[in-house]
């Protein structure tokens, strides 16, 4: 553990499994929202008055308040519990997950149209990412509308990109005025679409569709609902949707898959397994008979799962967040009520013990790490030795999505 300052705030980087999952466990003790509020403050740009309702909201995100006496129990004013509800309605549940995978394999194949298999076209890889992932994600997450008014909006993205860490302490602007532009401006961007956006949500047709231009996703268009029902204003509203939608869809997926690709592509016999792996995901739409990519399937893959996490696990960087609340003791260490605590994946992600194997060192990009080979019976009735996907480390050694990867 390490002691060192966050401004006028005493903070500490902590690691070891035990002390980070003290970290993470829910406790009155410990809490997350101090990060999020700093990301409200400066990142969404949200009004002093909406950052209050959060502020001032004591009774947790789960379903049962944690404080049921006075008016932090009222529904209408639980808004931790009412975002995490809305994300979890309608982003986690495998049902809703199935219809985003859906529409982002339609747009993305739009995408790779461009590029007829007949002629061959030289492509770099991270910039076709960039441009035509990012684009097929926000169309489908989002809608078609706000592209469509915002034509620069994927570079306004990637601009953010580079500067949102810089912002999350509130570095004053006169120190840093090129990176608040830059917020700005694309904040600007979602609220001119936000304007024309909340005239029609409640008119949109078929209100349970899977996808329309305006909104996207039942995500999106609920996600505006909730913050319109709540109060919010257009400002606050605006720089939710950015970075809750546009920002965080795209931010650490996009970098991911690049790094993911390019680490593929250097092994012959990798990148021969993964394609292997990966037809067996393809099967024909009895709708509409064509060949397509059952999500369910590629997601559950054995060898793919391996390389989407060596892809997080060494190329994801970030410092998770927590404050101390009331007294605790961690790794021996007495720590003071506001005190700030923070894990970094680089360390936990790197550390040797963890997931280096004979031969393979934790720096390294190597997905057998987390593949076991057992025997199953198929079909026919004979036995067959197949890949089992198994997480190297554990819940405290793998935290690749920050402060979502922990029930609060």
């Not at 078929?206 to 109060?231: N, Q």
């Not at 005190?339 to 060192?361: M, N, P, S």
Request: proline fraction near 4%.
């Amino acid at each position: 553990m390490v002691q060192f300052y966050v401004g006028p705030m005493k903070a500490y980087m902590i690691d070891g499994a035990s002390n980070i999952q003290a970290m993470f466990r829910a406790s009155h003790n410990v809490s997350s929202d101090i990060f999020f509020l700093m990301v409200q403050q400066h990142i969404w740009n949200s009004t002093p008055e909406d950052l209050a309702k959060f502020a001032n909201d004591k009774s947790g995100r789960q379903k049962t308040p944690l404080r049921p006496a006075g008016t932090e129990s009222d529904p209408e004013k639980r808004y931790w519990a009412g975002m995490h509800e809305t994300v979890h309605r309608y982003l986690a549940r495998a049902d809703e997950t199935d219809t985003l995978a859906r529409s982002y394999q339609r747009f993305f194949n739009l995408n790779l149209e461009k590029f007829p298999l007949a002629k061959e076209t030289p492509v770099r890889i991270y910039d076709f990412l960039l441009r035509d992932m990012a684009e097929a994600a926000i169309t489908a997450v989002n809608g078609r509308r706000i592209l469509d008014m915002n034509p620069e909006l994927i570079k306004l993205i990637w601009e953010f990109d580079k500067v949102a860490a810089s912002l999350v302490w509130g570095l004053p602007k006169f120190l840093n005025p090129k990176s608040w532009r830059k917020r700005d401006r694309l904040l600007a961007a979602t609220g001119r679409y936000l304007e024309e956006a909340l005239e029609e949500l409640d008119n949109v047709r078929e209100a349970d569709a899977e996808w329309e231009p305006m909104f996207g996703s039942r995500y999106a268009r609920e996600f505006v609902r909730f913050l319109r029902d709540g109060g919010f204003a257009l400002q606050t509203m605006a720089g939710a949707l950015t970075n809750l939608t546009l920002f965080g869809s795209n931010a650490n997926s996009v970098p991911v898959t690049a790094w993911c690709v390019m680490e593929v592509v250097k092994d012959r016999e990798l990148l021969e397994a993964v394609r292997e792996e990966v037809m067996t995901a393809y099967e024909v739409d009895a709708v509409i008979g064509e060949k397509t990519i059952n999500a369910q399937k590629l997601v559950a893959l054995p060898l793919l799962q391996g390389v989407y996490t060596e892809g997080m696990r060494l190329h994801v960087s970030m410092n998770v967040t927590r404050q101390v609340t009331g007294p605790m003791e961690l790794g021996g260490v007495a720590l003071e009520k506001g005190a700030i605590l923070q894990a970094a994946t680089e360390i936990v992600h790197y550390d040797g013990q963890t997931w280096a194997r004979e031969g393979h060192a934790a720096s390294e990009f190597w997905p057998e790490r987390h593949i076991q080979y057992v025997e199953e019976s198929g079909a026919d009735g004979k036995v067959k030795t197949v890949r089992k996907f198994v997480l190297a480390g554990g819940p405290a050694d793998f935290f690749p999505y920050g402060e979502f990867n922990f029930q609060h």
